[in-house]
């Protein structure tokens, strides 16, 4: 199949720090958000005590994206591990370890491509800030961000503040939101932490261009493509809202500095308006991306769900694929298939995706997570997941068609490497083209076996993206 994928294209693959690297409190790291939510169902799953163990492994598995041909390795780094109080010491060994790991990469050639901040927030700024909710945090994250620059910032071009920054805030225990019960209280809560974030998220962007002026920093958001359940006209602003409110209202923070005027009429209706400071709007204007990461996995339908006495205006119901009462109400779509895990599988959304987030932005954009979690089965040593090889083909192609529409795509990594711990399901979900040999009740012997998917991924890679082969 000819395609048109450009001559320095960035193959790749991603991970998270938490969900890989295992080692939750060796040499100086402490406690996360992450650790804290994982440990408490330690009785029902894995956790990130050891995870894929890539913390003593990774010599062994960079090695392995260096066979799988690799040009660029999209991971993060763990604030807790390189600043355990989040704003207290630096803890030396943290910042070694991140400089072996980037000094491996970079021996073979491969690009770090690092995410700041992968939903592992160090739990002791839970316990003095409140997490997000406290600007103290974003005056810790601008200064974790500024010894990761520091440190980093020869060897590391690509940089992202946050990991899906849009997303985490509608999931209350990945923002540390545990014992409020008063929706009202949460979501006023959660706007304040959204906002404050954005602001985090441009103090590192401005400090990246001062620090490092050659390299590129900009967000990796979890795209939404929503479609209208019914041609009723109704419908089809719902599902325009429920993109803005998912994704486009984020993204507007980030590339214009201010909030578009939907979303402020929300926050006003809602009484959730979240506390700023007129210098914020410098900072915020001044903070300009240099691209756009997407994280890509599935696409939903909405209806316009009206408002009522009992259900006012901007009240939220759910989490993810929330609700809001007087704009819209989400559900699967009829024509699509789903995995088992409830995400609907459409290549032809990423098409949309990607033109959309091109025409509004004209930004270079790479996709940094897609990806099929599902349970893989190891037999006689091998791993035959031609299912996720077909998912993988399928979303490349839609790649290759969003390339000749014009969109300027300059990489494409899928989630993920290698298995994981995956949040809600374990290690029972496995997104990786490596197998990781332990289940959620046993370590087992941990070892790296490549799937039929990682030799099918290589001959992409050789061939810069011959799908057929």
Same mark, same amino acid.
């Given at each position: 199949?000819?395609?048109?994928?450009?001559?320095?294209?960035?193959?790749?693959?991603?991970?998270?720090?938490?969900?890989?690297?295992?080692?939750?409190?060796?040499?100086?790291?402490?406690?996360?958000?992450?650790?804290?939510?994982?440990?408490?169902?330690?009785?029902?799953?894995?956790?990130?005590?050891?995870?894929?163990?890539?913390?003593?492994?990774?010599?062994?598995?960079?090695?392995?994206?260096?066979?799988?041909?690799?040009?660029?390795?999209?991971?993060?780094?763990?604030?807790?591990?390189?600043?355990?109080?989040?704003?207290?010491?630096?803890?030396?060994?943290?910042?070694?370890?991140?400089?072996?790991?980037?000094?491996?990469?970079?021996?073979?050639?491969?690009?770090?491509?690092?995410?700041?901040?992968?939903?592992?927030?160090?739990?002791?700024?839970?316990?003095?800030?409140?997490?997000?909710?406290?600007?103290?945090?974003?005056?810790?994250?601008?200064?974790?961000?500024?010894?990761?620059?520091?440190?980093?910032?020869?060897?590391?071009?690509?940089?992202?503040?946050?990991?899906?920054?849009?997303?985490?805030?509608?999931?209350?225990?990945? /923002?540390?939101?545990?014992?409020?019960?008063?929706?009202?209280?949460?979501?006023?809560?959660?706007?304040?932490?959204?906002?404050?974030?954005?602001?985090?998220?441009?103090?590192?962007?401005?400090?990246?261009?001062?620090?490092?002026?050659?390299?590129?920093?900009?967000?990796?958001?979890?795209?939404?493509?929503?479609?209208?359940?019914?041609?009723?006209?109704?419908?089809?602003?719902?599902?325009?809202?429920?993109?803005?409110?998912?994704?486009?209202?984020?993204?507007?923070?980030?590339?214009?500095?201010?909030?578009?005027?939907?979303?402020?009429?929300?926050?006003?209706?809602?009484? /959730?308006?979240?506390?700023?400071?007129?210098?914020?709007?410098?900072?915020?204007?001044?903070?300009?991306?240099?691209?756009?990461?997407?994280?890509?996995?599935?696409?939903?339908?909405?209806?316009?769900?009206?408002?009522?006495?009992?259900?006012?205006?901007?009240?939220?119901?759910?989490?993810?694929?929330?609700?809001?009462?007087?704009?819209?109400?989400?559900?699967?779509?009829?024509?699509?298939?789903?995995?088992?895990?409830?995400?609907?599988?459409?290549?032809?959304?990423?098409?949309?995706?990607?033109?959309?987030?091109?025409?509004?932005?004209?930004?270079?954009?790479?996709?940094?997570?897609?990806?099929?979690?599902?349970?893989?089965?190891?037999?006689?040593?091998?791993?035959?997941?031609?299912?996720?090889?077909?998912?993988?083909?399928?979303?490349?192609?839609?790649?290759?068609?969003?390339?000749?529409?014009?969109?300027?795509?300059?990489?494409?990594?899928?989630?993920?490497?290698?298995?994981?711990?995956?949040?809600?399901?374990?290690?029972?979900?496995?997104?990786?083209?490596?197998?990781?040999?332990?289940?959620?009740?046993?370590?087992?012997?941990?070892?790296?076996?490549?799937?039929?998917?990682?030799?099918?991924?290589?001959?992409?890679?050789?061939?810069?993206?011959?799908?057929?082969?």
């Amino acid at each position: 199949m000819n395609t048109n994928f450009p001559k320095d294209f960035m193959w790749g693959a991603s991970s998270s720090a938490f969900q890989i690297e295992g080692a939750w409190d060796e040499d100086g790291k402490k406690l996360t958000v992450a650790d804290y939510n994982s440990f408490k169902k330690s009785h029902l799953q894995a956790d990130t005590k050891v995870a894929s163990d890539f913390y003593h492994n990774y010599e062994e598995d960079i090695k392995l994206m260096k066979e799988l041909g690799m040009k660029t390795y999209r991971f993060s780094l763990s604030w807790a591990r390189i600043i355990p109080d989040g704003d207290g010491e630096i803890n030396q060994k943290g910042i070694d370890f991140y400089h072996k790991v980037i000094d491996k990469l970079l021996e073979y050639d491969i690009e770090p491509f690092v995410t700041l901040y992968h939903f592992d927030l160090p739990f002791a700024l839970v316990e003095k800030y409140n997490g997000w909710e406290g600007r103290e945090t974003v005056y810790a994250f601008e200064r974790y961000a500024k010894i990761c620059f520091k440190e980093y910032g020869n060897k590391v071009k690509y940089w992202q503040p946050h990991n899906e920054h849009n997303l985490i805030v509608r999931v209350e225990e990945r /923002i540390n939101i545990y014992d409020e019960t008063d929706k009202w209280k949460i979501d006023k809560m959660r706007a304040q932490m959204d906002y404050n974030l954005c602001l985090a998220h441009a103090l590192a962007v401005n400090a990246c261009h001062e620090m490092i002026p050659d390299a590129k920093i900009g967000p990796a958001v979890s795209s939404s493509v929503t479609y209208p359940l019914t041609t009723k006209p109704e419908d089809v602003f719902a599902a325009r809202m429920n993109d803005n409110f998912k994704v486009y209202y984020m993204l507007d923070m980030h590339y214009y500095g201010e909030y578009p005027g939907y979303y402020m009429e929300y926050l006003k209706k809602r009484n /959730i308006m979240p506390y700023t400071e007129e210098s914020d709007k410098e900072i915020l204007k001044k903070a300009k991306i240099d691209f756009i990461a997407i994280n890509y996995y599935r696409t939903n339908c909405a209806s316009y769900l009206p408002a009522d006495e009992d259900h006012p205006f901007g009240l939220r119901e759910g989490t993810v694929d929330f609700d809001i009462y007087g704009l819209f109400k989400m559900t699967m779509n009829p024509n699509l298939t789903a995995t088992e895990y409830g995400a609907a599988i459409d290549p032809s959304g990423l098409r949309v995706a990607l033109n959309e987030y091109w025409q509004r932005y004209h930004l270079p954009i790479i996709i940094t997570e897609n990806g099929l979690g599902t349970p893989d089965v190891l037999e006689y040593g091998k791993v035959h997941d031609s299912y996720r090889i077909d998912y993988l083909r399928e979303h490349l192609k839609a790649c290759d068609l969003a390339i000749k529409d014009g969109v300027d795509l300059m990489g494409y990594c899928p989630w993920s490497f290698m298995d994981l711990l995956s949040s809600a399901q374990g290690f029972r979900k496995r997104y990786g083209l490596v197998y990781v040999n332990r289940t959620d009740d046993e370590l087992l012997d941990l070892q790296r076996v490549k799937k039929d998917s990682f030799h099918w991924y290589k001959k992409v890679i050789e061939t810069n993206g011959d799908l057929d082969h």
